[in-house]
């Protein structure tokens, strides 16, 4: 893990030498720059997640019928699924390897920010828009809780995108409405800097979304 570290390190400082260069000095662009960078790199298995994720959405009435029609019998229901997943080519643990993927990066950031070795040049580069990127601020009533707000919300509205029909089923439901709630709680309990790698990622996820929904959308048409 420390290998993951001293690379985030030496991103960060790539980045801030690169924001410098831009004539924006600063912490925080290096670090929305490295968030668009991971999001670049990792756009074709992004793609692959969320179109496996479509393709599920839409197989949810297919999948309904299965299970009301076996419903005393889940193991006869889970095989049919699972049929019908591989005759439609869905991997339902397709969306695991992104998130899998972001993992030793997500901790890689913590450790980076929590022992940023800034030193006299960096001055107040670590701050950005008023927050100390290396501090906690938790939930203090003061203009920092903004930070978590947008965690919950751009969490909320990307799983929207990914799943405009995630309020019609309960489980999911239950997840649209808690997630958003588990990273507003996150955001405020690690250093402001890896919250604003999380609101970025969310922001460049939506967008992704937006452009695979639409890209899928066409497929769709041109199918038929």
């Not at 019908?84 to 899998?100: A, D, F, R, T």
């Not at 409405?177 to 969310?202: D, R």
Request: glycine residues 4%; aromatic residues 12%; positive net charge.
């Amino acid at each position: 893990m420390s290998i993951i570290v001293q690379w985030m390190t030496y991103l960060l400082n790539i980045f801030y030498n690169l924001s410098s260069a831009l004539g924006l000095p600063n912490y925080g662009v290096a670090i929305i720059l490295l968030t668009i960078l991971i999001k670049t790199i990792i756009y074709p298995l992004t793609y692959k997640q969320m179109a496996s994720m479509r393709k599920t959405v839409d197989l949810q009435p297919k999948i309904k019928a299965i299970q009301a029609k076996h419903k005393n019998d889940k193991e006869k229901a889970n095989a049919e699924i699972m049929e019908l997943y591989k005759e439609h080519q869905v991997n339902p643990m397709g969306g695991c390897l992104p998130i899998v993927i972001q993992l030793p990066i997500f901790w890689g950031l913590y450790s980076t920010l929590r022992n940023f070795p800034y030193g006299a040049s960096a001055n107040a580069a670590h701050w950005f828009l008023g927050f100390d990127l290396t501090k906690i601020y938790g939930f203090t009533l003061s203009y920092h809780i903004i930070l978590p707000l947008f965690a919950a919300a751009t969490t909320f509205l990307q799983t929207k995108v990914t799943n405009p029909n995630a309020s019609s089923d309960p489980t999911q439901k239950t997840m649209l409405y808690i997630m958003p709630l588990f990273f507003a709680y996150i955001s405020a309990t690690v250093p402001s800097g890896l919250a604003l790698y999380w609101v970025t990622m969310n922001c460049v996820s939506i967008l992704q979304q937006l452009y695979i929904n639409r890209k899928l959308s066409n497929q769709k048409k041109s199918a038929v």
